[in-house]
């Protein structure tokens, strides 16, 4: 069986040295099916991430072991840019300006995060928990989808065979929600 990496949104990432923070996004060539870059969020500063490239992963399953010291980590593009809008001016007073942030993401590529809501081909079925990729070429081999509600949550491994788009913000299937519920 081929080597997997399990990324899971929210998980532990920790450098050679220690802990640097949690996984915040994963960055995705749309065209190719293939991971290039993890959005690590650094501990203590909300919306603050590094954009890793994703061949220093070493290992993923319940947290994510990168090959690298936390000090390569904090020189790692910044994952995120803010931007002041200077003539903004909130209604009812408060600032003259208001700050913009965007999330940094390669040209090209898309990012995907559990926000992401996953389309089969007969409506709406659940949202991204995280992708399982190839170890060597980081292309992806399964969406792990999380179905159901409440304390009735589960995450269903459907084949990336079964992915026909995937943009900022949805994923789609080929598939109907029956046959994604006959995968459970």
């Known amino acids: ?43 203590g500063f909300t919306g603050a991430s590094r954009l890793v490239p994703i061949d220093l992963v070493r290992e993923a399953g319940d947290a994510v072991l990168l090959g690298c010291t936390r000090a390569d980590f904090g020189a790692f593009e910044h994952g995120e840019e803010t931007h002041v809008a200077p003539e903004y ?4 007073g408060g600032l003259p300006f208001a700050y913009l942030t965007l999330d ?7 990012e995907v995060s559990g926000e992401e809501g996953i389309e089969a081909t007969d409506g709406h079925i659940g949202h991204l928990r995280g992708l399982q990729v190839d170890a060597i070429g ?3 081999t399964d969406v792990l989808l999380e179905i159901g509600h409440l304390s009735g949550k589960r995450t269903v491994e459907v084949p990336a065979s079964a992915i026909t788009q995937i943009s900022g913000d949805e994923m789609k299937l080929s598939m109907s929600k029956a046959q994604v519920a006959d995968l459970v």
């Open 1 to 43: 069986m081929a080597n997997l990496l399990r990324l899971i949104g929210g998980s532990e990432v920790h450098c050679t040295d220690g802990h640097c923070g949690s996984l915040a996004r994963l960055v995705i060539e749309p065209d190719t099916k293939t991971v290039s870059h993890l959005a690590v969020e650094v501990p």
């Open 89 to 92: 001016v909130i209604r009812g």
């Open 104 to 110: 940094r993401v390669p040209a090209g590529d898309v």
């Open 138 to 140: 980081f292309e992806i």
